[in-house]
């Protein structure tokens, strides 16, 4: 695999449309939402899409969210089953990489298991495929806004002297 800026741009516009992230982002916070006992704001394809736009902005994240969308996109395995802790472990690293510093990296790896676990690829999908899925929502959905915690400035900031 080449990634060239032209590449990169391709994955771009691949992630941009693939409105089924859209969908998973929902279904997702409306069911961590339940768990959690919260209200969690849904998501609109435009904000979906602008913080793609903001994700690719940055170069050097750009070119690295754009492999292992690639990688994800192509990956298969036959029987599925020995490949799963690969695509498992790009997905948490796609989905942690998306959704951005510490803390948020590490929900988007802890969301990425949840929202995987309630995501199918239809028989003709590359094993890779509800991988990448479940990863762009779990760390698109904690990168956007909506959750009552991330509202306000956290208790524990310790202002300097």
Same mark, same amino acid.
């Given at each position: 695999m080449?990634?060239?800026p032209a ?5 771009r516009e691949w992630v941009r449309?693939r409105e089924?992230?859209?969908?998973l982002i ?6 961590l939402?339940?768990q959690?006992?919260t =209200? $969690?704001a @849904?998501?609109?394809a435009a904000?979906?899409r602008a913080?793609v /736009?903001?994700v690719? *902005?940055r170069?050097d994240?750009?070119v690295?969210?754009?492999?292992l ?5 192509d990956?298969?395995?036959t029987?599925?089953?020995?490949g ?5 472990l790009?997905?948490r690293e ?9 803390p948020?990296?590490l929900?988007?790896e ?5 929202? =995987? $676990?309630? @995501? ?5 999908d590359?094993?890779?495929? /509800?991988?990448l899925? *479940?990863?762009l ?10 959750w009552a915690w991330?509202d ?9 002297e």
């Open positions: 080449e990634l060239t590449v990169v741009a391709e994955e449309e089924a992230v859209v969908a929902n279904e997702t916070r409306a069911q939402g339940e959690f006992d =209200d $969690v @849904t998501v609109e904000q979906y913080t /736009d903001e690719f *902005a170069g994240l750009a690295n969210v754009a492999a969308v690639r990688f994800l996109r990956l298969d395995v029987r599925d089953y020995p799963f802790v690969v695509d498992e790009l997905g796609l989905a942690g990489m998306v959704a951005g510093a510490q948020l990296r929900l988007g802890a969301t990425f298991h949840y929202a =995987d $676990v309630t @995501t199918h690829g239809g028989p003709d590359a094993a890779g495929l /509800d991988d899925d *479940a990863a929502a779990a760390g698109f959905q904690t990168r956007l806004p909506g991330r306000s400035e956290s208790p524990f900031a310790v202002d300097p």
